[in-house]
């Protein structure tokens, strides 16, 4: 495999199982820094499975337009309010319809994930929330094509998400699919089916845009007194690197408060064919020895080492300030087993900073164990136990190649990104500006 330039996947791809299918934690706003999990709700929410139609579309940028320009969405119908919307109190409490709504959609590798959110004071509040793991790209690796049932998997999340754009009046939003349609010989036409049956336009991603909508999502947690940031995400199909030089920033603490672009302190960024359900495909993620997991390590290495040798950031490195910023679901498993969770809570987890000692330690804890043993580990489960190692196998590589002091979680990534830049092109943290009423203007037309 020779790397190429396509981007991450979903953000959990090796992470953390889904107790159900349609409840997750939610952060209270986002633009804070927290050092664990400030900014979040306590408790979780639960949601019911809206399985209505959607009326809304989102048009894909196919004119040669600026490739980070979202598009707004036609509202069509208002969705009654039901019991799931009472129960959102606890993530957000002004009646439905209230304020407009963003949304995200980010249908990856392994998962389909949804964001809805209004605008915050401080970033954005979590109205709704999804996630699913339904294996899209799975065998595309072997076959080139997106299997019957992964699609069917596939569709009925999309159903569920759909649902939720609806009931919750969905003004402006952004759905998006990454490396699984990306690379699959029927990619577009799964998504062209998509949009006949729930009317949702995703458009697929090029790698560079969902590079930098990555790193848009989890700015807010780079240590702003950092010389060089290496952020990372280990998808299910492609693992994405992306190097960021903080000095190249004038005023560091607007940026990394999730109010301007962070694009400018990239200074180089690639991304990987392989990711940990096609690692996993190749090797085998069920019964990992420490050899194939070398083997593993070793492949990853021999694809990271001609974008090390054009940027040479080792020497870069040397005697500057450095962090590594980690948005996938591997780190967020590693450190949920490190935290002894019973069940996994975001709160604890988004924001934590772990020692490279801690990481080998949990990777070798982990690797000792049998696939019925990661399978019973609340932090992992059986979606995920085949696949947490050929994550923690991309980890390795990487931290070894760019040997640094510490490592930031971050349980946030490409949604959060679609969503800051949504709010930011509407401008809804300019001084003055009043946000009530501005849904007509969002609604309908197309994104300036």
Not at 97 to 117: F, H, K, P, Q, V
Not at 179 to 191: I, S, T
Not at 308 to 319: A, D, I, V
Request: net charge neutral; charged share 30%.
């Amino acid at each position: 495999m020779k790397p190429e330039k396509s981007g991450p996947d979903a953000a959990d791809a090796a992470g953390l199982p889904d107790k159900s299918d349609d409840e997750i934690a939610a952060p209270e706003t986002f633009g804070a820094t927290p050092a664990h999990h400030n900014g979040r709700v306590n408790g979780r929410s639960h949601y019911g499975d809206g399985q209505s139609r959607d009326g809304h579309r989102s048009p894909p940028d196919r004119n040669g337009e600026n490739p980070l320009r979202s598009f707004s969405m036609t509202r069509h119908a208002a969705g009654a309010e039901t019991q799931s919307d009472q129960d959102m109190a606890g993530a957000d409490s002004r009646p439905l319809g209230s304020e407009e709504i963003y949304g995200a959609l980010d249908l990856g590798t392994n998962n389909c994930r949804l964001l809805l959110a209004r605008p915050s004071r401080r970033g954005f509040r979590v109205v709704d929330a999804f996630s699913r793991i339904i294996r899209l790209g799975e065998g595309v690796s072997q076959t080139g094509r997106l299997s019957d049932l992964a699609m069917d998997r596939t569709m009925e999340a999309l159903r569920v998400c759909a649902g939720k754009l609806q009931r919750h009046n969905v003004s402006r939003a952004r759905l998006v699919a990454t490396q699984a349609c990306r690379v699959a010989e029927n990619g577009p036409a799964f998504v062209d089916n998509v949009r006949r049956n729930f009317d949702l336009d995703i458009e697929i991603l090029t790698p560079e845009i969902e590079a930098h909508l990555a790193v848009a999502g989890c700015a807010t947690l780079i240590d702003p007194g950092a010389d060089y940031v290496l952020v990372f995400d280990i998808g299910g199909g492609s693992s994405e690197i992306i190097w960021l030089d903080m000095t190249r920033l004038g005023g560091r603490q607007d940026v990394l408060g999730g109010r301007n672009d962070v694009d400018e302190a990239i200074v180089a960024w690639e991304s990987l064919p392989v990711g940990v359900v096609t690692l996993a495909e190749h090797f085998g993620g069920r019964d990992v020895t420490k050899a194939s997991f070398a083997a593993m390590s070793q492949a990853v290495t021999e694809l990271l080492l001609p974008f090390e040798q054009k940027h040479r950031f080792r020497e870069l490195m040397s005697g500057k300030s450095v962090h590594f910023l980690g948005t996938s679901g591997t780190v967020t498993t590693i450190a949920g087993v490190m935290l002894g969770l019973e069940r996994y809570d975001r709160k604890r987890v988004d924001g934590i900073w772990l020692g490279l000692k801690e990481i080998d330690e949990v990777t070798s804890e982990l690797l000792g164990w049998s696939y019925d043993e990661r399978v019973q580990q609340p932090c992992i489960g059986r979606e995920r136990a085949d696949l947490v190692l050929a994550g923690c196998a991309i980890l390795d590589a990487i931290l070894k190649l760019w040997p640094g002091d510490r490592l930031r979680v971050a349980d946030r990534g490409l949604r959060e990104g679609i969503l800051m830049r949504l709010m930011m092109e509407d401008g809804v943290w300019r001084a003055g500006r009043r946000r009530r009423g501005r849904g007509k203007r969002a609604r309908g037309s197309r994104a300036s």
